[in-house]
């Protein structure tokens, strides 16, 4: 039996990456999906977000396994947009069980990460952007009465801290935003564990994702291969990074009937990294 029949998932940051693996890989297993992205890139980072190209082949990918798709663009640092596209999906499912804060940007890179409003993007995308997917989201899974899980993604950079070759606004706001939703997870999961939810984060080592890989991150580990150096997982991971579907088999487990028990955590998938650090 597939493990979240007829559940209904929120995904933020849906149309590639992450936030593709999450949604596929939970529509494969049943799930109905409500999804939203912005489509469109942003000046705080330098390489390309997503295009709405992306996002209609995600929507092509869940309606392959049968499931449906409720997709739409919107901005995570937009509250009333994000609730937009909440209720709008709610009242065509019916429910809502499940919610996946994935949306992200990585503003970290060379000369980039020195201006001040990376810092700002950082935090407003990373942690402003969770409240956003979050908050109006628990209403419509306390409205279907059979409680539900949330999972925020993470960072092991939300465990052990950012690797900088100097102080800069990009890199610490990327390390306060992945440390800030700790604590949204912890405070939520106090609130809203009456009503049988549970809400946990997931803290991933370097993942395969166009976030990681792309010219202006590979350009930026040329440039300080002393960083190269460091970020190095002690379980040998074949290119060194984990694939999407690796951290999509957690994120399963939590959403799923097996993780019912699991709550207030940070689930670290790292290959050893945090450990190692």
């Known amino acids: ?90 009242d065509r499912f019916g429910r809502l069980d499940i919610v996946i804060a994935n949306a992200g940007i990585a503003p970290v890179t060379n000369q980039l990460r020195f201006r001040r409003d990376t810092f700002v993007a950082a935090i407003d995308v990373m942690l402003t952007g969770v409240f956003n997917t979050v908050y109006p989201a628990i209403r419509h899974i306390r409205a279907g009465g059979q409680g539900g899980s949330i999972v925020i993604h993470g960072s092991t950079i939300g465990v052990v801290g950012g690797i900088l070759t100097e102080p800069s606004p990009g890199e610490i706001g990327y390390a306060a935003a992945k440390h800030g939703v700790v604590g949204v997870m912890h405070t939520l999961a106090n609130a809203v564990a009456a009503d049988r939810i549970r809400v946990n984060v997931v803290h991933a080592t370097g993942v395969n994702t166009p976030m990681v890989v792309n010219e202006a991150m590979g350009r930026h580990f040329q440039d300080h291969p002393e960083i190269a150096k460091i970020v190095v997982n002690p379980l040998p991971v074949p290119g060194g990074m984990l694939e999407p579907a690796d951290v999509t088999n957690t994120v399963l487990h939590l959403v799923s009937d097996a993780g019912r028990y699991i709550t207030g955590q940070s689930v670290v998938v790292d290959a050893g990294y945090t450990t190692y650090r």
Do not use: C, W
């Open 1 to 90: 039996m597939a493990m979240v029949t007829n559940k209904v998932a929120l995904i933020s940051g849906i149309a590639r990456g992450q936030g593709r693996s999450d949604a596929v890989r939970l529509a494969e297993e049943g799930a109905d999906i409500i999804g939203f992205d912005i489509a469109a890139d942003d000046p705080s980072v330098e390489y390309p977000l997503a295009t709405k190209e992306d996002l209609a082949e995600t929507v092509r990918q869940i309606e392959a396994t049968g499931r449906r798709a409720h997709v739409a663009v919107a901005d995570v640092r937009d509250y009333d947009a994000v609730e937009k596209v909440i209720t709008e999906g709610t």
